[in-house]
């Protein structure tokens, strides 16, 4: 059971160049996220699918977009990447309310 | 605002010598106080929901406890293997389908 999948695991960019993050999910969980982690910062949610063909705001959401391809499918993108997205982003999903999430392994990606 | 936060931020214990992590909170309406453990490297794992004050839940060595302001971990005699980082996460009625999360607790348990 593969639970939450990324792609890539590490990705390195230049400034302004574009990349989309996959994630996929096999629990045929409703409710999918996209959070970003960073030293000192804690995890924060940058977008957010509570159910096929929907999609909501997190609290950093700037510089991204998302889409939510099927149930299982959601994809994170950054159309011209800056420094300040050097981060690791975490997919996750859950069954019914969010509280419990299932986790991916994360996506480490560094832009210079 | 919906606000969380963790102390301390790092901790070391010696294998057997019991501590507890503090997880402060604010919210409003809170809908359930959540607490994940997450290895080096990897994503964190869920380990416990509560729901109200003076709920607790156990988990081998680990018991969490919630009260109106803030949650407890408790680690009794850790061993090396519970070495990771602790966070804790508050969802809130004005925030449906969102987790506020706190910035963790590292901890090393020392053999």
């Known amino acids: 059971n593969a639970g939450v999948t990324q792609t890539p695991k590490f990705q390195v960019l230049k400034t302004g160049q574009s990349m989309t993050l996959q994630c996929a999910q096999d629990?045929?969980?409703?409710?999918m996220y996209w959070y970003r982690q960073d030293p000192g910062m804690g995890l924060r949610l940058i977008y957010y699918?509570?159910?096929?063909?929907?999609?909501d705001k997190g609290e950093v959401p700037n510089g991204y977009n998302v889409s939510r391809l099927n149930k299982r499918e959601f994809s994170l993108r950054l159309e011209s990447a800056a420094p300040s997205q050097t981060s690791v982003y975490f997919c996750?999903?859950?069954?019914?309310?969010?509280?419990?999430?299932?986790f991916g392994e994360g996506s480490r990606l560094t832009v210079l | 605002e919906d606000q969380v936060t963790q102390s301390p931020e790092a901790l070391r214990l010696q294998e057997g010598e019991s501590s507890s992590l503090n997880c402060s909170y604010t919210?409003?309406?809170?809908?359930?106080l959540f607490w994940y453990r997450q290895d080096p490297g990897k994503g964190p794992e869920f380990l416990f929901t509560l729901y109200s004050a003076g709920e607790e839940k156990e988990k081998e060595r680990l018991k969490a406890t919630l009260t109106k302001k803030e949650s407890f971990l408790h680690i009794t005699a850790p061993k090396p293997e519970d070495s990771a980082t602790y966070l804790c996460?508050?969802?809130?009625?004005?925030?449906?389908?969102?987790?506020?999360f706190g910035q963790g607790t590292t901890l090393q348990v020392k053999p």
């Open positions: 919210v409003s309406g809170l809908r359930g």
């Open positions: 996750a999903s859950s069954g019914g309310w969010a509280g419990e999430l299932f």
């Open positions: 629990m045929n969980h409703n409710s």
């Open positions: 699918s509570a159910s096929e063909g929907t999609t």
């Open positions: 996460a508050v969802g809130g009625s004005s925030n449906t389908g969102k987790l506020i």
